[in-house]
């Protein structure tokens, strides 16, 4: 800890997902929200009135220019972040970026060949591995708890979630793909972190597009675009197995005729079974008690996660810790992403 510093904190792209760090940071102490850029000037300068933000910038490269921040937090859309990102690292800041690292596994291989060089802080914002659920299940694992975990079911699933269609979100130059690298890069992170990221062997992956492309299984999030177009899945399932015996079904959809939202995982283990919905925040143990089959449900203290997680950025940078979700770990799970659309494209499994 050095002292009293208080750490200066830029913000890249003032969007959406910009307001929950800024929430966060707001808790943490040790730093404070110095200047915040957006292509769209109006939306910077809204979040900066909304925060008391005292600089307001265009261009997030004067930025980096001509305020003295120590690091960036990247909420720009998926195809900017390594771009971002490197500008941010060639100037000497640490960087906090949003999920999914980057559009694709070479761009996360550049941005941590940037970090490197730096000799700076890169983490990525996975930020479901702070949550009060997700941390108990990883004592429990790490514990032995479940004895040999050797599947996963693992899912996010929407009933009408398409965001912002025809906006950069649906069109995959510019979001690498759809639900899978969306909201199912979360449910691969947590699941494979929770095991503690074995190799994967083979990938099979297959996605649909039967919503989007219709206009169809629309949500709140994000702003439609009339004048844009869909051409990312609006299903993605994965198959993937993993050198110690360990396998993985992935579902994510953004639209889907199910009954409602769900965002689940399923562990199996030789002792014991979880399952986790993070949605409504419920956590399940299934395991035996004297000869019998017993279930107990936990509720573990509640905690901020997108706190804990900004106050893991800030040890990092003061070296009293180190990143939870680390980029070599991010761009393992952008390789699998990879593999599963090359296996939908290809129809062919990937092996690894
Ligand atoms: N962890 C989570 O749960 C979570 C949730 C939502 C979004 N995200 C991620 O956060 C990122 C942003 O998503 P969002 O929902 O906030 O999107 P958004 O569209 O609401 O916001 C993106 C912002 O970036 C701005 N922008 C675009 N180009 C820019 C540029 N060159 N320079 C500066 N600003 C630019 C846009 O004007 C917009 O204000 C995405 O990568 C997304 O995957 C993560």
Redesign the pocket.
């Known amino acids: 800890m050095t002292g009293q510093r208080k750490w200066k904190i830029g913000i ?7 307001e ?1 760090h800024l929430e966060a940071i707001r808790d943490e102490p040790r730093a404070e929200v110095v200047a915040i ?4 000037e109006e ?1 910077a300068a809204m979040r900066a009135a909304r925060h008391n933000i005292p600089r307001v910038f265009a ?2 490269r004067k930025m980096l220019e001509e305020t003295e921040t120590d690091a960036v937090v990247i ?4 195809y ?2 390594a771009a ?1 990102a490197k500008a941010a690292l060639a100037a000497g800041k640490h960087v906090l970026c ?3 690292m980057a559009m694709n596994s070479q761009e996360a291989e550049e941005m941590i060949a940037a970090a490197k060089n730096a000799g700076t802080i890169l983490m990525v ?4 591995r702070f949550r009060s659920e997700a941390r108990y299940v990883k004592r429990l694992l790490d514990e032995g708890k479940l004895g040999h975990v050797y599947h996963a079911k693992a899912g996010w699933v929407r009933r009408s979630g398409i ?2 269609w025809g ?3 649906t069109r995959k130059e510019m979001a690498g793909g759809g639900p899978l690298i ?1 909201i199912g890069v ?1 449910m691969l992170d947590l699941t494979l972190w929770l095991v503690g990221h074995p190799k994967p062997v083979t990938v099979l992956g297959q996605t649909y597009a039967q919503f989007g492309p219709r206009k169809r299984g629309l949500s709140e ?3 439609i675009d009339d004048g844009g177009y869909y051409d990312v899945e609006d299903l993605a399932v994965a198959m993937i197995t993993f050198e110690n015996g360990f396998t993985l079904n992935l579902d994510a959809s953004w639209a889907s005729h199910i009954e409602k939202e769900n965002v689940f995982l399923h562990l199996y283990g030789s002792e014991g079974g979880t399952s986790l919905h993070l949605l409504d925040e419920r956590l399940s143990l299934y395991h035996e008690w004297n000869g019998a089959p017993a279930t107990t449900d936990i509720q573990p203290k509640k905690e901020k996660e997108r706190v804990l997680l900004f106050r893991n950025f800030i040890d990092s940078i003061e070296g009293t810790d180190t990143p939870v979700c680390t980029p070599e770990q991010a761009l393992y799970i952008n390789r699998l992403i990879d593999a599963i659309y090359l296996s939908a494209q290809t129809g062919e499994a990937v092996k690894l």
């Open positions: 890249i792209g003032a969007g959406g997902i910009s929950a850029a957006d292509v769209s939306t261009d997030y909420c720009v859309p998926n900017l972040h971002a949003e999920k999914p914002g996975q930020n479901n965001p912002g906006s950069w979100f969306d979360h999030w994000g702003r």
